[in-house]
Structure formats: structure tokens, C-alpha cells
């Protein structure tokens, strides 16, 4: 009975239109936001893969070498005794800010699939999936790429250099 008044009535139709883009958006919203932690994850992973290298270099370095340390675009000149402590802290900080992220990717994940699951989006979700499928691999082939070209601009910030 209601699905055939609601076929009838316009104004009906037209809400739950509504409701359903608002559905809709806000997965998407969701989406972008789990994204946007995955995104994060990686750039600290790139960054304690950096932090890694120095550290293991400096371990075949004397401690009393001088080296050069960029700091927030200052140059700082200490020796490897007093830097290497201070890398192994950030490094240590590093892992423990990317295990809570990825705490975050999973909950948000979660989080996701309870929506999707709420408001019973499989089959929605299915037919996209289909739809970006038959589209041409280029362009998520593009995007990758671009994706990786910001990573590599952003683990400059840092620098050490041995003398």
C-alpha cells in the first residue's frame, strides 16, 4: 500500500529522493574522510622510512661528527650524539601516530559498513561498482600516479646532512 501512494504522490517521491541523496552523501562524506586518514597513514609511513634510513646511518657514523639538522626550514648544526637520541624519539612517535590512524582507518571502516548496512546500500553500491568498472583503468592508473608524486614532494621537510 505505501509503495504504491508514494508512486502516486510527487511530493512524496521528491522526499525521498531527498532522503536517499542525503544518504548518499553522507557515505560519501564518510568515504572521503576514511580517505583522507589512508592518505595520512602513508605519508607517515614514508616519513618513519626516512627516519629509519638516517637512523641506521648514523649508527656507522663517530658520535662526535657534526652534522646539519633542517628543522622547520632552519639549519642546525649538532653532533650525531645529541640528533641520533632525538630521531629515535620521533621515529618511536611516528609508529605510534600511525597505529592510531590505522585504528581510525579500521573504525571508520566499520563505521561504513554499519551505515551501508543501515540504510541498505549493497545493492547501490554494487551497481557503482559495476558502472566504474566498465570505465577505462587510466585513469586509476592517473591518479595513483599522482598520488605518489605528493608523497615524494612532502618527506623533504626534514633534512640531516653528516659532515
Keep these: 500500500m505505501e509503495s504504491s501512494a508514494t508512486a502516486n504522490n510527487p511530493a512524496a517521491m521528491l522526499n525521498n529522493q ?4 542525503t544518504i548518499v552523501d553522507n557515505l560519501n562524506k564518510m568515504r572521503a574522510e576514511q ?3 589512508s ?3 602513508s605519508e607517515l609511513e614514508s616519513e618513519a622510512t626516512e627516519h629509519r634510513l638516517v637512523i641506521d646511518a648514523l649508527k656507522e657514523v663517530n658520535n662526535d661528527r657534526t652534522c646539519y639538522r633542517l628543522i622547520g626550514g632552519i639549519l642546525v648544526q649538532q653532533t650525531v650524539d645529541n640528533v ?3 630521531l629515535e624519539k620521533n621515529f618511536e612517535m611516528l609508529k605510534k601516530t600511525i597505529e592510531t590512524y590505522r585504528e581510525s582507518v579500521k573504525t571508520k571502516g566499520t563505521a561504513i559498513n554499519e551505515y551501508i548496512q ?3 546500500l549493497g545493492p547501490l553500491i554494487r551497481n557503482a561498482v559495476d558502472e566504474k568498472s ?3 583503468t587510466i585513469s586509476g592508473d592517473g591518479s595513483a600516479n599522482n598520488e605518489n608524486k605528493s608523497k615524494t614532494k612532502d618527506s623533504s621537510k626534514s633534512s640531516i646532512l653528516v659532515e
Design 18 to 21: 531527498r532522503r536517499m541523496q
Design 35 to 37: 580517505r583522507s586518514l
Design 39 to 41: 592518505q595520512k597513514v
Design 84 to 86: 641520533r637520541p632525538e
Design 118 to 120: 543501515q540504510h541498505n
Design 134 to 136: 566498465n570505465v577505462s
